[in-house]
């Protein structure tokens, strides 16, 4: 892409997000340019747990049924608590579908079902700015080519330039204490676990592991974030050493599965998210641009439900955007207007309560006070009474 192209929607950021957004318009029949700053399409940290709420919303883009071919159904849960060996295994039911993904296979699949010319990687937007005479943004891209688009959609993940650049967030992120590591485990025999979602505890660092396929189990490990990680962060082989040393005194069918992992597969990950308040008190569009995904309602894992409601915001996006190009018989800009206010009012009180309850299940393991334990549950059992709540959910139809 080079000199200055007019494109009518843009969509910053290749992405779980940005191409879920691209395909939820392709399926309405509206045009859109994906612009990715990386070579090629990322999909950094392995998998990703997609529950009922996200597997309507992929079913509304058309991709559920390709990739339930290669995700096992899980059919129920149990938590191990490792302190006490008198503690029992405490079984928990999974009521509705329940799968996790490759994120490769899930990127692929929105991709694959994207026209040709959709996507343009390495293109990174550097700035903004709405053109002084039409008020429609222009997009300042890093080979000096400048972009002039009727609508921007900032689907550029949890350090939004597009968010930052609009002062469309008036509070900073914030870090959990807590860090996520995340792998595979390959067993080329097939493994022996059944479809079940294990949870093991012991003292502050928690593993949960889920399989993929018959050969294929994700493992994830949650513990507190110390100054050393920076650094082993960027090495695969410190990051096994260092999740081996955390888990001292779990089973050793555990230990043997991070012993094992595929090491191109690890990731240890600091965790950034935005207070749950701020999705309330800020308005998410400037002119014709908007925001969507981590951009918006970067939130952190605890409830792995951000990038369920990624995808949900790019149905109800695409939805808004359709209805009102069918019936408005206003100007394109502020019919473009009406969409994103209309979208982002669906949006706003669901992402809310499911940031707030990403954050207080965040606290309650960054904490070591029991007192403030205490308060996170009292909270937890009178606002989340219904643990499931969040994948009840269904977006409509596109
Ligand atoms: C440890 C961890 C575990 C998680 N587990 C789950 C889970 O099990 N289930 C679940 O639903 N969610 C989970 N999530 C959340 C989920 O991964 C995110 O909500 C989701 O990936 C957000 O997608 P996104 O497209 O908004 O952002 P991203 O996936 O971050 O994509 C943003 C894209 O924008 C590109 N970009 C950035 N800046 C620019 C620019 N200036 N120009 C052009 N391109 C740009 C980036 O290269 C990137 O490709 C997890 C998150 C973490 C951190």
């Not at 929607?9 to 290749?14: K, M, N």
């Not at 992929?58 to 503690?87: H, M």
């Not at 999740?243 to 230990?255: I, R």
Request: overall charge positive.
């Amino acid at each position: 892409m080079n000199g200055t192209v007019d494109a009518d929607i843009v969509i910053v950021g290749g992405g779980l997000c940005g191409l879920a957004t691209a395909l939820a318009l392709h399926r309405k029949s509206i045009r859109s340019l994906v612009l990715e700053r990386s070579e090629t399409l990322r999909s950094t940290g392995a998998a990703i747990l997609v529950q009922a709420n996200g597997w309507r919303a992929l079913d509304q883009l058309g991709v559920g049924s390709t990739l339930r071919q290669t995700s096992l159904l899980i059919q129920g849960g149990k938590f191990i608590p490792l302190n006490d060996p008198e503690a029992k295994e405490i079984p928990f039911g999974i009521s509705q579908e329940f799968r996790c993904i490759k994120r490769t296979d899930l990127i692929k699949a929105l991709a694959n079902s994207l026209p040709v010319g959709t996507i343009h990687t390495r293109c990174q937007v550097l700035s903004i700015e709405l053109d002084p005479l039409t008020q429609f943004p222009q997009l300042m891209l890093s080979n000096g080519s400048i972009l002039q688009a009727k609508v921007v959609i900032g689907c550029d993940g949890v350090n939004s330039a597009i968010a930052n650049m609009f002062g469309l967030h008036k509070t900073r992120l914030l870090f959990f204490s807590t860090s996520v590591a995340r792998g595979f485990t390959n067993y080329p025999k097939g493994h022996e676990y059944a479809s079940e979602f294990v949870m093991m505890c012991r003292d502050q660092v928690q593993l949960g592991r889920i399989p993929v396929s018959d050969t294929l189990v994700y493992w994830f490990i949650t513990r507190l974030w110390n100054s050393q990680d920076s650094t082993i962060a960027k090495d695969p082989v410190l990051i096994r050493q260092s999740l081996m040393e955390s888990m001292k005194g779990y089973p050793v069918e555990a230990m043997d599965m991070i012993r094992n992992c595929k090491l191109n597969s690890l990731h240890l990950t600091e965790l950034k998210y935005r207070p749950p308040w701020d999705l309330l008190f800020n308005n998410f569009r400037k002119g014709t641009v908007t925001i969507a995904g981590d951009a918006m309602h970067a939130s952190g894992p605890f409830i792995a439900q951000g990038g369920s409601a990624s995808i949900e915001d790019a149905v109800v996006l695409a939805r808004c955007l359709a209805q009102k190009m069918q019936t408005s018989s206003n100007t394109k800009k502020n019919m473009f207007e009406e969409a994103f206010d209309q979208y982002l009012k669906e949006r706003k009180m669901r992402i809310f309560w499911l940031s707030l309850h990403t954050f207080l299940v965040g606290k309650k393991l960054d904490t070591q006070s029991s007192i403030v334990r205490f308060i996170i549950l009292a909270f937890m059992a009178v606002l989340f009474r219904d643990p499931d709540w969040h994948s009840r959910f269904d977006c409509g139809k596109l």
